[in-house]
């Protein structure tokens, strides 16, 4: 059990956001033990919620003054364990900063308090035309400055691009509670580093955003989306770079494996996908309603010609919703077979796609593992989600020696270990599998840089010393 | 020993001479092209051991207008040249830096997949070069810039450190994300010596849209217009100063030719060419006005004019604003003189302005005015002496303090640009 906040310390930061919001109660710390990543469990000293910039500010300035570690934390659905409260720290908590500051449809650009749901943000620019193109299947219930932290993606960031691409400015709250504006819509985007890019997908180690400035699209006009369905994944992921050759580019390509198929369909979530099925693909096109036919009817031929026994498409607005549900729940019907899911994350180059799949099935047989995968194939993104239940420790062992030979693979085949879930606590022991004790100082010293007491977010990314709750 | 004596000792002859192009006023003791990454390595252990400065330098097109303190040397990476790798099915190519992209182009071509990237006279600049100033053209309005097609890099340090940053594939979140930190970072933090690059499928049909007027003003309605469209362009260009015998002399400053040439608003669409033709028709009609169309070489050779224009005065300040307030940027551009060349991109909300006789005080008004807008500036080229204080930025604010320490790790000796302020 971790020690309890000094009094004056606890008094202070009641002071400044008022009792209900410093939770100390060991019943109301658990739902922020732990994340999406069910596997660790680190109860936090104590978490604070503010609800303005200046109240999260004071709040840091506190805790640094008496050299409290702080964890920010948005929703919690971070799959890499990044919210864990590691070496008595302190959870710093946006779930009350989750206000629309400004919606400026003119330049096309919103500014937020980071606790704003994904999904919300999309809700409120539509009115305008507009939307907020990262995707990530957790939308409705993730946050802004979870997506900024760990640099979000989604199925439709094959053809719009991950987070980053679409933040303009944040502000930060640094360890003493320094306020630093960086970037933001209209100032010189060369001029200076980009201190912005860097950022984000920190992971809650350099700073907190307290407000962040995000981009919008305009909505396109029409979708089509088809559903291919296959023998197996490695036809599918053939369809994917046959189409990617055909030089296509579809906002979307996802991969749907027999073992979820399954899952899904023998769920409330049941799609209508066959479940003799090897692997289903979606492919989606957005934009100018006029090209999209063609584009359409190009992909279904190469889904064809690289073996798919039948290709769906969708006339309508439920038949569209229809052929996705299968993807989007897929993490939600895995999670009812076993106990326990890992989600795992890792790219590889989207032509290796086929030799990994076979090999990851490989690993899985060997291990005595159920693996399903489903994951945003047109950028090599792979989801193979692991089956187990916690309290069998043998199991536990074999997923963590499959979950290790797994990484290993992706990035012999010139991949990485971590598309876009993120390193957290979780993936800390495989960094050494790309970088050299150089790139890895080098990150070191950036966050010194920001956080020089290293207050922020400690045990998480960098593979330093073990840590432990 | 002189850096150039130093050097000699450390580099095969050829690659090594005495003086070069001056940046800024300022003459280089010695310019080098290494002919390999050691090599790269080796000129920045001396330099950080010697204590001379390094300019690194791609094609040489974009140095600025500053001048490096002390005693320095320009390290050229034209010596490093290839692509090392290029996977069209994965649509990701790796080239040493000092390759084109007029170079990767022509291997990327015949696979029918291009680099989205149109910065002024683009394929003459270098891969490293793009990636070590993240400069954009006006395809950032629907591509992104470079930043974000930047997949890895590999980065010698100013102490003569190898980091390989990245990676080769689409989606990365292992570690924190250095490559955004090095892309546009100007040299200030180490040379790039290779790009991993993501490539796009080259669009199967392109036109231009043309809308003239007598003066830039008249536009920017029409240039709101656009910037606010429900569908994107692929870009959008604004021009006043451009002759319309652009092929054969794009980069004249010279305006006492008459009668001034009008101003154009010029949008790229491409795409299937039903996509082409729909787009073509929706902006026009949300726009209220009727394009010219061009096609073929014509199109290519007005948005290669267009992508040009406005970079060869003898000043060349960039400004920017929420695009909403393109207008008073554009009106105090215009301003400066009566030989301005414009170059304005409504969506961006930039606007860059060749000068051939600007004050001090006019650049600075223009400057101001910016800042006014809270947007920003930079002068791209002045000659020597010419420069615009920047009102209200401190050296002690966070931001420069962050900058700083950031330079700091990764070049201690603070060998590169010597004298530049990093921000
Ligand atoms: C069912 C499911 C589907 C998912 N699908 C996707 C997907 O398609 N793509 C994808 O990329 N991810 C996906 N995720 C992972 C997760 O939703 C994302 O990582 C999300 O961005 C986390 O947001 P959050 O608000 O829950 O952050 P949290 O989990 O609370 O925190 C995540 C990290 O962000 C930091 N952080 C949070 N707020 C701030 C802040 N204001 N300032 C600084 N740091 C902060 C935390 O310290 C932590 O390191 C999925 C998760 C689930 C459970």
Redo the contacts between chains.
């Keep these: 059990m971790t020690e309890p906040l000094a009094p004056t310390l606890e008094r202070r930061l009641v002071e400044l956001v008022g009792r209900d919001h410093v939770i100390t109660e060991a019943d109301r710390l658990l739902v922020y033990e732990s994340d999406g990543l069910s596997a660790y469990r680190w109860p936090p000293r104590a978490v604070v919620l503010p609800a303005t910039t200046e109240e999260a500010a004071g709040v840091l300035r506190l805790l640094h003054g008496e050299g409290v570690p702080v964890v920010p934390r948005g929703a919690g659905t971070g799959l890499s364990g990044g919210a864990l409260a590691a070496e008595g720290a302190v959870i710093v908590g946006t779930a009350r900063m989750n206000r629309i500051l400004a919606l400026d ?4 650009v919103a500014r937020l308090q980071p606790g704003v749901q994904n999904t919300r943000l999309t809700d409120a620019a539509r009115p305008y ?1 507009l939307y907020y193109a990262p995707d990530p299947s957790s939308q409705t219930a993730c946050t802004i400055g979870g997506n900024v932290a ?2 979000s ?1 989604g199925p439709h ?2 053809k719009y ?2 987070t ?2 679409y933040i303009s400015g944040l502000t930060l709250a ?1 360890a003493d509670g ?5 970037g ?12 912005v ?2 950022v ?3 992971e809650g ?2 700073a907190m955003a307290v407000e962040v400035e995000v981009r919008l ?3 396109p ?1 029409a979708v089509r989306t088809l559903l291919g369905i296959f023998a197996s994944v490695a036809d599918a992921a053939r369809a994917v ?1 046959a189409i ?2 055909e ?3 579809p906002a979307a390509m996802e991969i749907i494996d027999q073992n979820t198929i399954r899952a899904v369909e023998a769920s409330v979530y049941a799609a209508g996908y066959p479940t003799d099925a090897g692997a289903a693909l979606v492919v989606e096109f957005d ?5 999209l036919d ?2 359409a009817r190009r992909a279904e031929a190469c889904c064809l010609s690289a073996g798919a026994r039948e290709v769906r498409r969708a006339r309508n607005a439920g038949e569209r919703l229809a052929l996705w549900q299968g993807r989007k729940k897929a993490f939600g019907a895995m999670g009812r077979v076993a106990p326990d899911l890992l989600v795992q994350d890792a ?5 290796k796609l086929p030799e990994v799949l076979e090999r990851i099935g490989e690993i899985a047989k060997r291990y005595d593992l159920t693996i399903g995968n489903v994951f ?1 194939a047109g ?3 792979l989801h193979p989600n692991v089956l187990f239940d916690r309290r069998n420790t043998d199991e536990r062992e074999r997923v963590e020696a499959a979950s290790k030979e797994i990484m290993a693979l992706c990035v012999e085949v ?10 957290g606590v979780d ?1 800390r022991k495989y ?1 050494k599998l ?3 004790p ?3 100082d ?2 070191r ?6 956080d020089p007491r290293g207050l922020f977010n400690p045990g998480k ?2 593979p330093d010393a073990e840590v432990s709750a | 020993m002189s850096p150039a004596d130093v050097l000699a000792g450390l580099l095969p002859r050829d690659e090594v001479r005495e003086g070069g192009t001056p940046i800024g006023g300022a003459t280089p003791e010695a310019t080098v092209s290494p002919g390999s990454v050691e090599e790269v390595v080796e000129v920045l252990r001396a330099a950080s051991a010697e204590g001379f400065g390094v300019v690194p330098s791609g094609s040489g097109a974009d140095l600025g207008a500053s001048a490096p303190t002390g005693p320095f040397v320009v390290l050229s990476t034209t010596g490093l040249k290839g692509v090392e790798m290029y996977e069209p099915a994965d649509l990701t190519l790796s080239a040493q830096a000092g390759s084109t992209l007029g170079e990767i182009g022509d291997v990327a071509g015949p696979h029918g997949q291009w680099l989205p990237f149109d910065p002024p006279f683009a394929p003459s600049r270098t891969l490293g070069g793009l990636a070590a100033t993240g400069v954009r053209g006006p395809l950032a309005a629907s591509y992104g810039a470079p930043r974000d097609h930047i997949l890895g890099l590999t980065l010698v340090t100013g102490d003569g450190r190898l980091l390989r940053l990245g990676g080769r594939v689409m989606k990365n979140v292992a570690g924190f994300d250095l490559v955004r930190l090095v892309v546009g970072s100007r040299g200030t933090l180490g040379v790039i010596v290779s790009v991993n690059v993501r490539l796009f499928p080259r669009p199967a049909h392109e036109v231009g849209l043309v809308l003239e007027a007598a003066t830039s003003h008249e536009l920017v309605t029409a240039a709101r217009a656009v910037a606010t469209a429900p569908v994107l362009p692929a870009s959008a260009v604004l021009v006043s100063g451009l002759r319309a015998e652009v092929g054969a002399d794009a980069s004249s400053a010279d305006a006492s030719r008459t009668p001034k040439p009008p101003s154009l608003l010029v949008l790229r669409i491409h795409g299937a060419p039903e996509t082409v033709a729909a787009d073509s028709t929706r902006l026009q009609a949300h726009v209220g006005r009727s394009f010219r169309v061009v096609e073929g070489a014509e199109a290519f050779a007005l948005l290669t004019a267009v992508r040009d224009h406005a970079m060869t005065g003898p000043i060349v300040i960039r400004v920017s604003a929420l695009p909403n307030r393109i207008g008073d940027v554009l009106a105090g551009a215009e301003a400066l003189g009566d030989t301005v060349q414009i170059m304005a991109d409504p969506i961006a909300g930039r606007v860059r302005a060749a000068v051939s006789g600007a004050s001090t005080e006019g650049l600075e008004q223009v400057a101001h005015a910016a800042a006014r807008l809270g947007g920003g500036y930079a002068l791209e080229r002045a000659p020597v002496g010419v420069s615009i204080r920047v009102p209200g930025s401190s050296p002690d604010g966070p931001v420069a303090t962050l900058a700083r320490g950031l330079a700091d790790r990764f070049d201690p000796q603070r060998v590169l640009w010597p004298g530049k302020r990093v921000t």
């Design positions: 449809p003119e330049n096309r035309g760990e640099n993606g960031c094959l691009g991950v980053t691409r640094l320094e306020l630093v504006k960086i933001g819509a209209g100032t010189d985007p060369e001029a200076g580093y980009d201190l890019g860097l984000v997908g920190s180690c350099f699209l305009p909505l006009e770079t990617i050759r030089g296509l580019l934009g100018t309603d006029a090209g063609a584009d790219t590889v180059p989207r032509t945003h950028d090599g993104n010139g991949g990485t270990i971590t598309g876009e879930h993120g390193v993936k960094m790309v970088y050299g150089d790139e890895i080098a990150m010293d950036v966050k010194a840089v920001f990314v960098l």
